[in-house]
């Protein structure tokens, strides 16, 4: 599988599992949602929150890439969020529309990489300011990581809440070569 390829498969998982996220917890009374579970960004809706915030932050970012590309010229209309704790979204449908309308932006994105856009490097500031240069492909993995990592997390919430997310394995989205 050529990176490229990864990419949009991590895309797809990516826009499949939010949407299991988003379903699951949309069963929930919105006390349950906002209700201070003592996790890292308190909430469900906290954290799903992050996971917007932290997405529009790296893709402003990959938008500075010297290949600019077109997929991300919607982002120029998104203010950049203040930090990666505040609630973007107070209300979990809202929250839902911006996710829906990012995730296909991810993999609209993600098809239009080519495998020499991945080793460049990208020069950015992180939210301290300070000035970075990482590999661009490293940080796509990362991107993707991070999602995995917080998507991780409100499925533990949803389920300390009594609600079953169903299976979550990347595995189930990998084409069979039988």
Not at 119 to 143: C, I, M, P, Q, W
């Amino acid at each position: 599988m050529q990176r490229t390829e990864h990419l949009c498969l991590m895309a797809r998982y990516n826009q499949w599992m939010n949407a299991k996220l988003y379903h699951a917890a949309m069963t929930l009374p919105e006390a349950q949602i906002v209700l201070d579970r003592q996790a890292f960004f308190r909430s469900i809706l906290g954290t799903l929150n992050h996971l917007l915030a932290g997405d529009t932050i790296w893709l402003k970012r990959f938008a500075q890439h010297p290949a600019r590309f077109a997929a991300l010229a919607p982002l120029q209309q998104v203010a950049l969020p203040r930090d990666l704790k505040s609630l973007l979204f107070p209300n979990l449908n809202r929250l839902w529309q911006q996710r829906q309308w990012l995730d296909q932006l991810i993999l609209d994105f993600s098809q239009s990489l080519s495998e020499a856009d991945l080793d460049s490097s990208l020069h950015y500031a992180n939210t301290k300011g300070v000035a970075a240069e990482r590999n661009f492909h490293a940080l796509l993995v990362h991107f993707f990581n991070h999602q995995t990592h917080h998507r991780g997390q409100a499925s533990t919430l949803l389920t300390q809440a009594g609600v079953d997310v169903g299976d979550t394995d990347l595995l189930l989205l990998i084409p069979s070569e039988i």
